[in-house]
């Protein structure tokens, strides 16, 4: 091998890598060789006939590994769940797509997506096949707009609807549908960095949006903002997927997005994660005797550019997600501009990053989970936090309130930073008097964890009270040059 | 037959051959919002442009100045100029569409066809989706 062929990235120039053909060799289609080529997926040309076998292809690559709840080296095994499905639907791109493909691989009783030929709808192997047997019992999905309910009855009516909304984390009758532990509210003070909680009665704080509204305002940067949205809705899509007795969630994640995650995520302190990024297993409440809930993304091989002329060639109405104002100067949003912008020029250097990323590893075990967002907990946040930071404390008078304890040791780095990271483009102004409310399972943690501790005599090894001026002037005081 | 093709041009003053291409141009994904919401649009374009793409001396004669084969580069010059209303740096980045918007010309990824060089000939079809509207 030369040392050409080892790549200087300093050496190798512009002009070669600029000017290439964006397709390998021929026109022709690389799978029949036979018809002419309709699109190029990362240098190589399909035809319109070959182009949704690809696309199952990967689908399946993606997805059935891990359907079986035990994972099995041999594919001949049929493929059974061990529960039910659910879909988490956006109406975006990605979830269109996505919902289009898992309905015709596993929904309809054919197995393979034949879109040039609909009227072939009959099942190979005859009506009692196993190949023909649901590979879920039952199928779900989950929305946030009403446009979609026409959409479902149009197209998907063997699927049963479940509208989720953002403001059912902070909503107790969402979380009683669910099956959550009873909790009681729990708020924060997000202008320190120990994020010290406080109970706080109902009766303070009852409508969900307007508990939505004020933990969203409290959050210092739309970065900060678009990582709670996300948050939010996986874990009001992984509680549905437990009430619904599901075995899998399926999320529209393209290679593109999931690219984009994966570098903005790393950006945001969420490395130790990265894996779970990609897909993830999760315990309801962290119980080990159920099976766990696999957030699976099957669209993860699939780009951006393939979920586009899927959705072109079949007609697929894409309604659109929701935009936030404000959400363009986000890390997420600039990652995705440079991402983009790197899809076109160099296609393949996008499945790279996910490819490179597969294969990273955090060096040491979780310690549990972040109560937050229901990933694993690195440990030592804090120490090292303390060490690489300067921060300034403001003076506080100690509040009223029955004291619960510091959230931070129970956060992980992503969410932790989140809450607290402020910048010269700050724009939340929340003071000290307005709590800011927490989602559902975040209390509901804290609350567990408070009463183990008033059990156990060693409790207060956990507490982080919270001290006021004086008294914390007191106890330093001999110290104190002045 | 190439006699008579040459007979023409060398008979006809320059104007008179120059004739127009008729096109259908559709948006997709989002796009036509910055259409005025429209989503097929059917237009002319001269078959000679000029080869810096000015759009101002739409089907006037083009004495003087370098020509070309009117191409899908001229055909976004001029949407923009013409039929875009507003926010044109949705639509297009140094001289091409800006990353994230694909191009099908006669329902083929316009990557094989060479892209903005592609020469348009009388009905095509040439649409630009957008992809940016969420995953
Ligand atoms: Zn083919
Ligand atoms: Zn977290």
């Known amino acids: ?219 210092p940067t739309h970065t900060a903002i678009d990582n709670a949205i996300r948050t939010l809705t996986r874990l009001l899509l992984l509680h549905t997927a437990r009430r619904t007795q599901s075995s899998h969630l399926l999320l529209g994640t393209s290679l593109t997005s999931l690219s984009i995650r994966l570098i903005s995520s790393i950006s945001e302190g969420g490395g130790f994660a990265i894996r779970e990024e990609a897909q993830e297993e999760w315990h309801p409440g962290n119980s080990s005797s159920s099976l766990p809930i696999r957030l699976i993304r099957p669209m993860q091989e699939i780009t951006m550019k393939e979920c586009s002329l899927w959705a072109w060639w079949n007609d697929l109405y894409v309604i659109g997600k929701e935009k936030r104002p404000g959400g363009k100067q986000g890390i997420a949003a600039l990652t995705k501009d440079f991402i983009v912008g790197l899809e076109r020029d160099y296609p393949s250097t996008v499945s790279t990053i996910a490819r490179t990323c597969a294969k990273l590893a955090p060096k040491a075990e979780a310690v549990g989970s972040c109560i937050l967002c229901e990933r694993p907990l690195q440990p030592g946040v804090q120490e090292w936090k303390s060490r690489i930071s300067i921060r300034a404390t403001a003076p506080s008078s100690p509040s009223s309130a029955p004291v619960l304890r510091s959230l931070a040791p129970l956060l992980c780095y992503s969410c932790h930073t989140s809450l607290t990271s402020r910048s010269s483009k700050s724009i939340s102004t929340k003071s000290e008097n307005s709590p800011t409310p927490l989602p559902f399972w975040a209390s509901a943690h804290l609350n567990a964890l408070n009463t183990v501790n008033a059990k156990d005599e060693g409790g207060d090894v956990w507490i982080t009270r919270r001290v006021g001026h004086n008294e914390m002037k007191g106890a330093i005081g001999e110290f104190l040059l002045e | 037959m190439s006699f008579r093709i040459m007979w023409s041009n060398q008979t006809f003053p320059p104007t008179l051959i120059m004739s127009s291409i008729t096109l259908r141009v559709e948006f997709g994904g989002g796009l036509e919002l910055l259409f005025s919401n429209i989503k097929q649009h059917k237009l002319t374009l001269p078959s000679i442009v000029p080869s810096n793409n000015g759009t101002k001396l739409n089907g006037e004669v083009l004495s003087g100045g370098e020509t070309k084969p009117a191409d899908v580069e001229y055909l976004m010059h001029h949407l923009r100029d013409n039929l875009l209303q507003e926010r044109p740096e949705l639509f297009m980045e140094d001289n091409t569409v800006r990353p994230g918007i694909l191009v099908l010309i006669n329902d083929t990824d316009w990557e094989l066809e060479g892209e903005g060089e592609y020469a348009l000939k009388d009905n095509d079809e040439v649409v630009f989706i957008s992809t940016l509207h969420g995953g």
Not at chain 1, 65 to 83: D, V, W
């Open chain 1, 1 to 219: 091998m030369s040392a050409d062929a080892c790549g200087n990235p300093a050496v190798e120039t512009e002009a070669t890598m600029d000017r290439r053909l964006k397709y390998d060799r021929s026109k022709a289609c690389i799978k029949c060789k036979i018809n002419a080529g309709r699109i190029v997926v990362r240098h190589a040309v399909y035809c319109k006939d070959c182009f949704p076998t690809l696309l199952s292809t990967k689908v399946k690559r993606s997805l059935e590994p891990h359907i079986n709840p035990r994972t099995e080296l041999s594919r001949r095994k049929s493929l059974k769940a061990s529960g039910n499905l659910l879909i988490g639907f956006s109406g975006g791109l990605g979830s269109t797509v996505l919902l289009d493909l898992i309905s015709k691989i596993y929904l309809s009783n054919r197995n393979e997506l034949r879109p040039q030929d609909p009227t072939d709808g009959k099942a190979r192997g005859g009506k009692d096949h196993p190949r023909n047997e649901p590979v879920w019992q039952k199928a779900s999905m989950t929305d946030r707009g009403d446009e979609i309910k026409s959409l479902m009855q149009d197209k998907y009516q063997n699927l049963e609807l479940i509208a989720l909304r953002l403001e059912d984390a902070f909503d107790r009758k969402w979380w009683d549908q669910v099956g959550g532990r009873a909790s009681t509210d729990v708020a924060i003070d997000v202008t320190n960095e120990d994020l010290y909680s406080r109970s706080i009665s109902t009766s303070d704080m009852s409508d969900p949006i307007q508990k939505l509204r004020s933990y969203l305002s409290a959050l």
